[in-house]
């Protein structure tokens, strides 16, 4: 039972333009989401995190949005750079460990 | 150390071995994470400390699998009598604990992995 679900494994994206990833989840007790970018060979690298009280987390180019009652969440990459391109997953708290998604590998075309 | 480290980077080991892969979390955090990550899949959770207390194992796959933190510092994960479905990425991460307030306590920060091949 998939409880967090990345429901695209690809984005292309061309650069300057806005990238947007979704992410899906089934238990409404997760009370924290986050949202990792890995590059190949590398660990998960955190990005961005927004609590289940709020809606919106904004830091610099990357904003999340959270909607509690679709159990939805999005991350907004604006303007998307080069350095952007790797794989992002999304992860929800629950009971300290995390649950991750299947990842969205984002690719950023010049 | 800055970051989460482990070691080793690869491991490539023959079915029926024992192998032994190490964490050395961030300087202060409280709480370790081990995952599992298949190709082409978000990692898995395996099992979680808080100091040396081991307070979640509750994804570890079969009782071949096992973790300490005797310390409460670097952690090792063994495996015993590898078995080919064993191969993944094994990631380990680390978060100041639930004795913290505010939202870096549910942030955790990722090691590069131990990229585990058993043939």
């Known amino acids: 039972d998939q409880q967090v679900k990345q429901n695209s494994p690809s984005l292309s994206v061309q650069e300057g333009r806005i990238s947007i990833l979704n992410c899906d989840y089934t238990?409404?007790?997760?009370?924290?989401f986050l949202w990792y970018k890995k590059y190949p060979a590398e660990g998960p690298t955190f990005l961005i995190s927004i609590s289940s009280i709020k809606d919106k987390n904004e830091d610099g180019r990357f904003t999340v949005f959270l909607n509690k009652s679709a159990k939805h969440l999005s991350l907004h990459i604006v303007p998307s750079q080069p350095g952007d391109s790797a794989v992002y997953f999304c992860?929800?708290?629950?009971?300290?460990?995390?649950?991750f998604g299947q990842g969205t590998r984002l690719t950023i075309n010049p | 150390g800055a970051g989460v480290s482990q070691s080793p980077r690869y491991k490539v080991a023959k079915r029926g071995q024992d192998v032994a892969l190490r964490c050395d979390p961030i300087?202060?955090?409280?709480?370790l994470f081990w995952y599992q990550q298949a190709l082409g899949q978000g990692p898995e959770f395996l099992t979680y400390f808080q100091n040396e207390a081991q307070l979640d194992k509750s994804g570890l796959p079969s009782d071949r699998f096992f973790a300490e933190r005797p310390e409460g510092s670097v952690s090792t994960l063994k495996i015993q009598r590898t078995q080919q479905e064993d191969s993944a990425v094994y990631l380990c991460?680390?978060?100041?604990?639930?004795?913290?307030?505010?939202?870096?306590?549910?942030?955790?920060?990722f090691g590069p992995g131990t990229r585990l091949t058993v043939l």
């Open positions: 992860a929800a708290s629950g009971a300290q460990k995390l649950v």
């Open positions: 300087s202060g955090h409280v709480s």
């Open positions: 991460a680390s978060s100041l604990g639930t004795f913290y307030r505010g939202p870096l306590v549910y942030t955790q920060y």
């Open positions: 238990n409404s007790m997760f009370d924290y």
